[in-house]
Nanobody, 120 residues
Framework: QVQLVESGGGLVQPGGSLRLSCTAS????????MGWYRQAPGKQRELVAA???????NYADSVKGRFTISRDNAKNTAYLQMNSLKPEDTAVYYC??????????????WGQGTQVTVSS
């Protein structure tokens, strides 16, 4: 079973930066699709950014140009670099791993969540 441990959340002022980290316990991390989701109070969880096993990335329109997702397979870790933070980025951020179980099916695993608060 895959376990995901997140770190790096906290309080930051508008315009500031944070980097979130997600470390996975699996031994085939390079095969996982990795993503970051966020959920603000009273709102649905939404995809923020994702990186596939081949390195391709995609981002929510609201964070393009400000956030960067990356992965270090040697460290079993995915990152979300967040720059130019805005108050509307305030949410609980969750790491997600998409782990293949068959050629055409996957299982989702989730981190515990880390709070990001952007406020002056």
């Amino acid at each position: 079973q895959v376990q995901l441990v997140e770190s790096g959340g906290g309080l930051v002022q508008p315009g500031g930066s944070l980097r979130l980290s997600c470390t996975a316990s699996g031994s085939i991390f390079s095969m996982y699709g990795m993503g970051w989701y966020r959920q603000a109070p009273g709102k649905q969880r939404e995809l923020v950014a994702a990186v596939s096993s081949d390195g391709s990335t995609n981002y929510a329109d609201s964070v393009k140009g400000r956030f960067t997702i990356s992965r270090d397979n040697a460290k079993n870790t995915a990152y979300l670099q967040m720059n130019s933070l805005k108050p509307e980025d305030t949410a609980v951020y969750y790491c997600n791993a998409k782990v293949p179980v068959t050629i055409r099916s996957w299982r989702d695993y989730w981190g515990q969540g880390t709070q990001v608060t952007v406020s002056s």
